[in-house]
């Protein structure tokens, strides 16, 4: 249950790539276990070795396991654009795959992508492009109530809001951008639902007052939110992120 842990091993995916020597390197990014139990792990592709922050961006990739990730296969491009995998949902036997396609977060260009597997990974199709400004980056995927797929984002020129859009289609056709409130901020948010309620984690903002701790907001809607509890306070620098 998470009390005690193996120890680390290296993923030889990710060491391979940096071995190489091409100035490329592999993050796990967000990974999810189909419904035949094929894990499906999406990495994130970029630079690192000339500063810290993960850009530029190259193109994603993705690899499957069968035996609970102790293996894996060869690594699978789903596509030419450049970018970085922000979240999955799995509904259906439908898997949803939300990718900022940029050169790198503030690139500008394409904007949220939504991509989907119906065969356990072993084929990704892009299946819509989400109303979001070009310039918004890191998103969440989850379902309301009512059964709609919403999508969020994050709003950098204004950390009490993030912007939402939301389907009625799978994915297939999306709503007008709206906003819900934070009342303390947040920033790198990441939004999931457990029984009936709704979480949010993430940074108090990055800008002005009191800001850097980790926070959660809760909800029961997954549109309004409340005031926020401080999970961890920040120490000499900004706290770390969320995810």
């Given at each position: 249950g998470g009390i005690t842990w193996s120890e680390g091993k290296p993923f030889p995916?990710?060491?391979g790539l940096w071995d190489l020597g091409l100035a490329m390197s592999s993050i796990n990014e967000k990974a999810i276990t189909a419904?035949?139990?094929t894990v499906i792990l999406f990495n994130l592709i970029c630079d690192v070795q000339a500063d810290a922050l993960w850009e530029p961006y190259f193109c994603p990739n993705y690899l499957l396991s069968h035996d609970n990730g102790e293996t894996w296969e060869k690594a699978k491009r789903f596509t030419a654009m450049h970018g970085r995998v922000y979240d999955l949902y799995k509904r259906d036997g439908a898997i949803y795959i939300l990718m900022a396609s940029c050169f790198n977060a503030l690139d500008k260009k394409n904007g949220f992508k939504l991509f989907c597997t119906l065969d356990n990974g072993k084929t990704v199709f892009l299946r819509s492009t989400l109303?979001?400004?070009p310039d918004r980056y890191y998103g969440n995927l989850e379902v309301l109530?009512?059964?709609k797929l919403i999508a969020?984002?994050?709003c950098e020129d204004n950390e009490y809001y993030i912007e939402y859009c939301t389907s009625e289609d799978d994915g297939k056709s999306w709503s007008e951008v709206k906003n819900t409130y934070f009342p303390n901020r947040i920033r790198n948010p990441q939004i999931i639902k457990f029984k009936d309620?709704?979480?949010a984690f993430g940074r108090s903002g990055s800008y002005g007052e009191d800001k850097?701790?980790?926070?959660m907001y809760a909800s029961r809607d997954g549109l309004t939110w409340g005031e926020g509890t401080i999970i961890a306070r920040r120490g000499g620098g900004l706290c770390a992120y969320s995810n």
């Open positions: 995916y990710s060491k419904d035949d139990g109303p979001f400004k109530p009512d059964g969020y984002t994050y309620s709704y979480f850097g701790h980790i926070i």
